[in-house]
């Protein structure tokens, strides 16, 4: 089992779980992070629990860091940039750095194991829950820096999972949601889909964690999710493609499981599959009731002692590679390493980012002059998180804090979030007595209010920069504006970056990893 929990400090539930029924995985998530320091107490608390409880090992401890827009570590450590910006970056050793920084940070921090890196190959613009958790769409470019972050995680000492297989790129659904269908043949998931994770495997992977995603070319069972499919885990999976590591689930209390089989007779499924860790990240309930299914199918004679000895295996395996208590100090006070948010982390990531922030066009526009020589609006609509996964702490927008610091004299205006039609007509206005309009999107679809939004602006006829916080896939509804600029995501140094790319402080080198789907960018 892999179980979470509530709060900064160790729960009686999850105490009891760790004692009494040796859960031996702890997923951390927004509500457990709080600064290095609580990091470190928490992780080193849970690992004594397990300890005086008689664990021969130390617990798998971890959590998605993906960076980029999908992050849970915050303050006071370093904001290395996410996939698709990496991916803009076309230099698969940028990965293996970020890889090599976020595993240092996470192991100091007693993180052992982190939920990453995507494989996913982005190649459905209309992904409402990969986008840019992608390297991209190119099959080659997935499959070259998803090994180099893998790599680099593992030389950090940090355990690493390849990411949601066989495959979440070309879905138009959200597994939070409900149970997306991917119908391509095997033929083409073999080319497509499956070839970074056959690569990655073959250099050494760690952990591989199912999609809840139905594919009717592998199993011929209707509404059969990856995650429940003994086609996919055992016959794909073990037997196709060799993996003997650990397999984990995604979370079991998303919808596409928990609204149709249930959590816990999906984990007995799960199990049943080939499975060795089913992942249950958030109610204390579900997570003793899918432990009591396991129990009392292997007690029915539902699943076979050999099914679970095999899944003990390869998990003990995994952490006799990785985790050692003598290693852990968990008897000494807890005091975080100075690699933690370093200034050679900051400069790593501030390196990589000049590199794949990524002017699209520019029709003579920038750079923009500060300081009053060009009058600047910057208009942008409140920052929510867009998909289940992110973590809402990090919804901050920064892109007026960032031009401010560079133009003091430019004027900055957060709508809401969509922007009401009052507030669009009262910008347009506004956006009259100006020489430049930077605006500021997430994640545009057709017909929406920040579509609205550019148009009525673009039609003033005052110069209009769209910097793209999150999807470069937003130019493909916009009108024919004079400068694009994508950061891919929103974390402050992004935006940072963008703004010194506008104002000429900063030549950005970044090229788009993906393909925008309309004739939407002409120089």
């Not at 959590?63 to 970056?89: H, K, S, W």
């Amino acid at each position: 089992m892999v179980i979470g929990f509530k709060g900064t400090t160790a729960s009686e539930e999850i105490k009891e779980l760790i004692r009494e029924h040796h859960v031996g995985g702890i997923i951390l998530f927004g509500r457990n992070i709080g600064t290095p320091e609580e990091i470190l107490n928490v992780t080193n608390e849970l690992q004594r629990v397990a300890r005086d409880a008689g664990h021969k090992k130390p617990l798998l401890i971890c959590l998605d860091q993906e960076n980029g827009v999908v992050r849970r570590l915050g303050e006071g450590t370093t904001i290395f940039p996410g996939a698709m910006l990496l991916g803009a970056t076309n230099d698969p050793e940028n990965a293996y750095k970020v890889g090599l920084g976020t595993g240092r940070e996470l192991k100091a921090l007693g993180v052992n194991w982190n939920l990453a890196p995507v494989l996913d190959v982005n190649n459905n613009p209309d992904n409402p829950v990969i986008g840019v958790r992608s390297y991209g769409e190119s099959t080659k470019k997935v499959s070259e820096f998803g090994k180099m972050a893998m790599k680099g995680m593992q030389d950090a000492g940090i355990m690493t999972t390849l990411k949601h297989f066989p495959g979440h790129g070309d879905t138009n659904v959200d597994s939070h949601l409900d149970l997306p269908v991917i119908s391509h043949s095997i033929e083409r998931l073999e080319e497509i889909e499956l070839k970074p994770f056959k690569d990655a495997i073959h250099e050494g992977a760690d952990t591989i964690m199912s999609a809840h995603v139905y594919f009717p070319a592998i199993e011929d069972t209707p509404g059969v999710p990856a995650t429940l499919s003994k086609k996919v885990i055992t016959g794909l999976l073990r037997e196709k493609l060799c993996f003997d590591g650990v397999v984990t689930t995604d979370c079991m209390e998303m919808n596409a499981i928990a609204n149709t089989i249930g959590t816990a007779n999906g984990g007995v499924e799960a199990v049943k599959a080939g499975v060795d860790l089913i992942m249950v990240s958030h109610l204390h309930n579900l997570q003793k009731d899918t432990i009591n299914a396991i129990v009392a199918a292997v007690e029915a004679g539902d699943i076979n002692e050999t099914i679970i000895d095999a899944a003990v295996s390869r998990v003990l395996r995994l952490k006799d590679k990785y985790l050692n208590w003598d290693e852990l100090n968990l008897d000494q006070v807890a005091v975080v390493p100075s690699v933690v948010g370093c200034i050679e982390h900051e400069a790593v990531a501030t390196d990589i980012y000049k590199k794949g922030v990524t002017i699209v066009k520019n029709n003579g526009i920038l750079p923009l002059t500060p300081n009053g020589e060009q009058r600047v609006l910057v208009v942008y609509s409140e920052n929510k998180y867009t998909m289940q996964v992110e973590d809402k702490r990090y919804s901050s927008m920064f892109l007026g804090q960032s031009i401010k610091e560079i133009d003091s004299r430019a004027d900055v205006l957060e709508l809401s979030n969509p922007p009401s039609a009052d507030e669009i007509k009262d910008v347009a206005l506004k956006a009259k007595a100006y020489d430049a309009v930077v605006i500021g999107t997430l994640t545009v679809l057709s017909g929406d209010a920040q579509v609205k939004l550019v148009e009525k602006i673009y039609e003033t006829g005052v110069p209009v920069v769209v910097v793209a916080t999150r999807s470069p896939y937003d130019m493909a509804y916009l009108p024919d504006v004079h400068g694009y600029v994508c950061t891919y995501e929103f974390p402050y140094p992004a935006l940072k970056m963008a703004a010194k790319a506008i104002y000429g402080i900063e030549q950005v080198t970044g090229r788009l990893p993906v393909t925008i789907p309309k004739d939407a960018v002409k120089s």
